[in-house]
């Protein structure tokens, strides 16, 4: 767990909640943290003690308002699940279990230096993940790291993917997306389009499923129909109707 610098203050302070930054560097850096966060939130709904989030400031520094840094993507352990407008780890009593960070050139001073140093020493991140989607400077470009005795080591891929202990998922690079993938099921976790899509399809099949139920129903109906109408015939016929 993260050693979180801590100084007694007399007065409530008021955090701010943006720090004035755009979201993403670009529209492919902005869906892609988008779908990286659903997906994580869908994967872990059922766990009310982890927090999943992105692009929210994260203070370290009790006092500071000065001394945060906004994540991507970051995931925490034992921490209520519930909507927050920063996360103050000293009153969360923690800070990150993972980051991702979708980098570029533009931010890789930043991702690689100044977040990697203070992932490491401050709040001493156990994994940290920098993807690189457009390919801009990263080689290669999805990097890994595992926090051990204090320093970074380069995590090995498995079949070209990045295992992550955290998530218990591998993470491997398809196109210009991160997806993760579950080595025990084989496949990876879908996105939130391919749920959308997914639950569409579900959908459709169960209203070609109920329209044919219907259909069923009322040839069942017509047929007890036409032979009610034939029994009363031959009644007619055997009583002397004619």
């Not at 902005?30 to 003690?49: C, F, G, K, N, S």
């Amino acid at each position: 767990m993260a050693t979180i610098s801590k100084h007694s203050v007399g007065r409530k302070i008021d955090y701010p909640t943006s720090d004035g930054k755009p979201m993403a560097e670009t529209d492919i850096h902005r869906d892609l943290m988008v779908d990286l966060i659903q997906t994580l939130q869908a994967h872990y709904a059922a766990d009310p003690m982890v927090y999943i989030s992105g692009n929210l400031l994260l203070f370290y520094e009790e006092g500071n308002r000065r001394k945060h840094v906004s994540p991507d993507v970051f995931l925490v352990r034992g921490v209520a699940k519930r909507l927050r407008d920063n996360y103050l780890a000293w009153e969360e009593g923690k800070g990150p279990d993972l980051v991702i960070e979708i980098t570029s050139s533009s931010t890789r001073s930043e991702d690689v230096k100044k977040k990697m140093a203070l992932y490491r020493e401050t709040l001493k991140v156990p994994e940290y993940v920098l993807f690189d989607p457009r390919q801009d400077y990263l080689t290669p470009s999805m990097q890994g790291y595992r926090l051990v005795d204090g320093k970074y080591e380069t995590i090995g891929t498995v079949a070209g993917r990045l295992p992550s202990e955290i998530l218990g998922l591998h993470m491997e690079r398809v196109g210009t997306q991160l997806r993760l993938y579950d080595p025990t099921l084989g496949r990876r976790l879908p996105t939130s389009e391919e749920r959308i899509e997914a639950e569409r399809q579900h959908a459709e099949v169960e209203r070609q499923r109920a329209e044919a139920e219907h259909q069923r129903a009322e040839q069942a109906e017509a047929e007890a129909a036409r032979l009610r109408l034939e029994v009363e015939e031959l009644r007619r016929r055997r009583n002397g109707g004619g």
